[in-house]
């Protein structure tokens, strides 16, 4: 498997205060985004690598259900099988339209033999990526039926030119990468960045992860507006723990909105009634 398992170093060594930290980087963020206080910043989560009900999944997911905060897991098509999704389904059923599934890479494995990991990138032709990308969005439409929203996640936020124009003319209705990610995105394709990352941290320590997370969350609420990623499996007791206060935090903040990374369907679908709105912060 393609994917990291061990819980991210932020999280083997989190300040007792944690929490607070995180409010006041949000705050700082929000009063330079209007020092007034009028403005509010939306704020939406994605959850990469999903597909398999874990414990710690069910864990993770339980957070967003409790608090009724939208969600928008990225599932693997290799991944998930008609049983897999079955007590993913049930597990959400309370409240479905919290979640916006959607797809990411097919098998989530690295194609190209140098530089950074893509699945969707130079090293492949046109062809075999589109078959990917169809095969994958078969798989998912033939599993969730109504419940697929028609978004591409890139495994580790990155694709080529060629995938991008491949996802405009499959009617994909956005990508999510993260902030600043090249080649931009043609303008019919709405890219729906992240620019909080919760659990792939790189810095070398967890006081400079730390460091680094204050400052994301501070820009982005600064910029008005903050995608949170999120990868379940990364997680440790402690990323639980602070998640769950965070949420509450979020849930409680006057200038803080949930936001669900989704898509209407059709210009005449309406946002469903006692749930958040659906919105694509493009
Ligand atoms: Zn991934």
Known sequence: MAVRTTPCSLWRAVPHDALRQARLALDRGLDRLDPLGARTCPVFFRADDCGVPSNIWQEFIQLFLLRRIPLAPSLVPAWITASRWKILAAQTAVAPGLFAW????RLHVN??????????GPARTREHKRQDLEA???RLESLLGDAFVPLFTPPWNRVDGETLE?????????VSRSRNASPPAPPELPDIFVNVDLHTRKE??????WTGLLGELESGA??????IMCHHQRMNRAA??????????????????????ACRKSAKEKDPPGHPRLVIIA
């Open 222 to 227: 600064a910029a008005g507006r903050l995608g």
């Open 204 to 209: 070398p320590t967890p006081a400079a992860a």
């Open 166 to 174: 491949l996802l405009v003319e499959l009617g994909y209705a956005a």
């Open 240 to 261: 639980l723990d602070w998640m769950a206060g965070f949420l509450s935090l979020l849930a409680g903040h006057p200038r803080l909105e949930p936001a669900a990374m």
């Open 102 to 105: 959607h797809q990411h890479g």
């Open 136 to 138: 994958g969005r078969r």
């Open 111 to 120: 194609h190209e033999p140098s530089g950074k990991s893509m699945e969707f």
